[in-house]
């Protein structure tokens, strides 16, 4: 098993910018295809950006696409999610969750961390 620890939310302006990391622990990093997921209140959680094993391979949500850059040092065991020109809607709870599969979906993660709360003011 590995286990999550995300940080690095807070609150921002609209446009700026935040870093937010995964520190994983317990089994290799790299056994695991990784994502950052966000749930909006009273909305469901969807899919930020996902990366592969060893970051060959990464996908992005259209709303996030070209302002947010997922990476992962596997070396540190940490996944990041670097998020600019950050909007009022990109404000959410974030999670970070891995899986020894792959996928798009959370239904695919079977691995999560608690979640770090992101906020963008107007």
């Given at each position: 098993q590995v286990q999550l620890v995300?940080?690095?939310?807070?609150?921002?302006q609209a446009g700026g910018s935040l870093r937010l990391s995964c520190a994983g622990s317990g089994r290799p990093f790299s056994n695991y295809h990784m994502a950052w997921f966000r749930q909006a209140p009273g909305k469901e959680r969807e899919t930020v950006a996902t990366i592969s094993r060893y970051g060959a391979s990464i996908l992005y949500a259209d709303s996030v696409k070209g302002r947010?850059?997922?990476s992962r040092d596997n070396a540190k065991a940490t996944m990041y999610l670097q998020m600019n020109t950050l909007k009022p809607e990109d404000t959410a709870v974030y999670y970070c969750a891995a899986t020894a599969g792959s996928g798009w979906s959370s239904r695919d993660y079977g691995y999560w961390g608690q979640g770090t709360q992101v906020t963008v003011s107007s």
């Open positions: 995300e940080s690095g939310g807070g609150l921002v947010f850059a997922i």
